[in-house]
């Protein structure tokens, strides 16, 4: 199995190949979280264990640095349980941050942080009973999106579950509308590949990838409320001079700090006048379905996102795991 051989990578060692190399965000903030939608995230997640009390095997597919993870071993812990959670994301700086954050525990075992690209793994055939990608999928171009379904539907056991979160526009308008946005603030933040790669789906489009994938019983059992509040995104904006900074000395001096912060609330007001002048010719229907609100220094709206899950076999198979549906 391709691991972290035991210990984590030396970010200084070990070129990161994700195109996320340098994006520092805070997203719990960037995509507005709420406790409610994450907690009925935990629920179709669970169970954590089979009726006989065997833990499950869990993949936290594009788990970056963990928090999914977290949420997870402490919602089981409340249950009792301990589930063997494997983190898999292709980027050595985000791997590293779950250590280096403590955000996850101190003991978690470090060769279950696996560096790949989740398209094409390095797990067994039928390897877990449960994958789970939060806000993944839309890292890669439309016709990749697919390949990451198939690819969990190969390591899911027979009956097994996968659940995302994600993005699910219900039209072609308000997709090609955030799509231009994220894609301006990327640009303005120099993440070049990701303004290149990412493709942010329709709810039928994640659908279509389940089908295609071969997952029965899908279905989004929750939609999410999330806000985007672009001047929640002044710190990601100046990620790629903090993390120079931290690359070459491992820390940022205070006079730095507030040089980073100024080029953040610039750049952020860049993108907050450049989606002001974008959203004036935009319907006021459809402005409205967004939710979409402007102050004099910001902007505010509510993307579509769901929670969706989908299974590897039957529903008679289904039931074994215990589900409560």
């Given at each position: ?155 899911l056991k027979e009956g097994g579950k996968f659940v995302t979160w994600e993005l699910a526009f219900s039209n072609k308008e308000s997709q090609k509308i955030f799509q231009d ?145």
């Amino acid at each position: 199995m391709n691991t972290l051989e035991g210990s984590v990578i030396d970010i200084k060692q070990e070129e990161d190949k994700s195109g996320q190399a340098d994006r520092l965000a805070k997203f719990e903030d960037v995509h507005g979280l709420k406790q409610a939608d994450f907690e009925a995230f935990l629920k179709n997640i669970g169970p954590f264990c089979d009726p006989d009390g065997r833990p499950f095997t869990i993949l936290d597919g594009m788990g970056g640095y963990g928090d999914v993870t977290s949420h997870i071993l402490a919602e089981a812990g409340k249950q009792g349980v301990t589930p063997d959670i494997y983190i898999a994301d292709e980027s050595i700086n985000q791997l590293n941050r779950g250590i280096s954050s403590n955000t996850l525990p101190e003991d978690f075992p470090k060769d279950h942080l696996v560096l790949t690209d989740i398209r094409k793994t390095p797990f067994t055939d039928e390897t877990f009973d449960t994958v789970v990608i939060k806000m993944g999928i839309h890292e890669v171009q439309l016709e990749e999106q697919t390949k990451i379904l198939q690819e969990v539907f190969r390591v899911l056991k027979e009956g097994g579950k996968f659940v995302t979160w994600e993005l699910a526009f219900s039209n072609k308008e308000s997709q090609k509308i955030f799509q231009d946005i994220i894609r301006k603030k990327d640009e303005i933040a120099g993440f070049t590949q990701m303004v290149e790669k990412r493709w942010f789906p329709t709810e039928a489009e994640i659908f279509d990838s389940f089908e295609k994938a071969g997952f029965v019983d899908v279905s989004s059992p929750h939609t999410l409320e999330p806000t985007v509040n672009l001047r929640k995104r002044e710190f990601e904006l100046a990620s790629i001079e903090r993390s120079k900074i931290m690359h070459e000395r491992g820390v940022v001096t205070p006079e730095e700090e507030v040089q980073l912060v100024e080029l953040g609330k610039q750049r952020c007001s860049q993108l907050v006048a450049f989606t002001k002048q974008y959203m004036a010719s935009v319907s006021k229907e459809m402005k409205e379905a967004m939710n979409y609100r402007e102050t004099e220094d910001n902007v505010i709206f509510e993307p579509e996102k769901k929670i969706f899950v989908g299974y590897k076999q039957k529903p008679a198979i289904i039931a074994d795991r215990g589900e409560n549906q």
